[in-house]
């Protein structure tokens, strides 16, 4: 193989020692000149590592030194060099939130996994949902809402009782969070090509927050989603845990 490879790692103990071992393995480069980064962590760690990279498309391959994993491959220092030529890629479009604050600011950001909006105090959301310049919810008086990829469906998504989207389907999952009126309604999938707006009602009695994965907005006035065609990020994946097989699988999984 002679694609270039660079090695990150987060910082918890176990990662910076298997990060070790592997340059200790194996001849890496400076991320500028990688063909591939090789990112060494947990879910969070890879969702940092994308965003950290989102201008420079360099496919990256995880392995878990994490907690859950889903988004890595198995940790294992032996034959890395066979699993990056073989590995399956995988190309996600993250969502772009356009967030519109109480005093006027708009705030840009991304998100691979989720945009939520959620209640700042102990006062219900309360919220109005555009879909495509639509009015299909006029009301929704909740703990929050989120526009999940189907990446992300099997996060906060899927906590909040949302549907697994499987990757491939072109769908979003726009899922409520302890929704109290209308009190059944459990959320919707839309298409891709969807452009989202919430409008907060009562901003000043009842603040909400915009989060795009990790990155925050306090008291939003105006959320705007919708994917972001024109970024491509690319993950790799050995075939037998393949990210599109581990979403089908968590629908069978009790």
Known sequence: MDKKIAIVSSGVKSAR???ARLKDRYKTVPI???DIIVALGGDGFMLHTLHKYISRPVPI?????GTVGFLMNEYRVAGLLKRLQKAEAVKLHPLRMTAKTASGKTVKSLAINEVSLLRETRQAAKLSIRVDGEVRLPELVCDGVLVAT???????NLSAHGPIVPIGADLLALTPISAFRPRRWRGALL????KIAFQVKEPEKRPI???ADAFEVRDVV???VEVAKDISLNLLFDHEHNLAERILMEQ???
Not at 61 to 65: A, S
Not at 191 to 194: A, D, E, G, R, V
């Open 17 to 19: 020692e298997a990060k």
């Open 32 to 34: 500028a000149e990688a």
């Open 61 to 65: 391959f995880g392995m878990n030194r």
């Open 150 to 156: 189907p990446a992300g469906s099997t996060a906060y």
């Open 191 to 194: 298409p891709q090509t969807s």
């Open 209 to 211: 927050s915009a989060v």
């Open 222 to 224: 105006q959320v705007k």
């Open 252 to 254: 069978f999984t009790s």
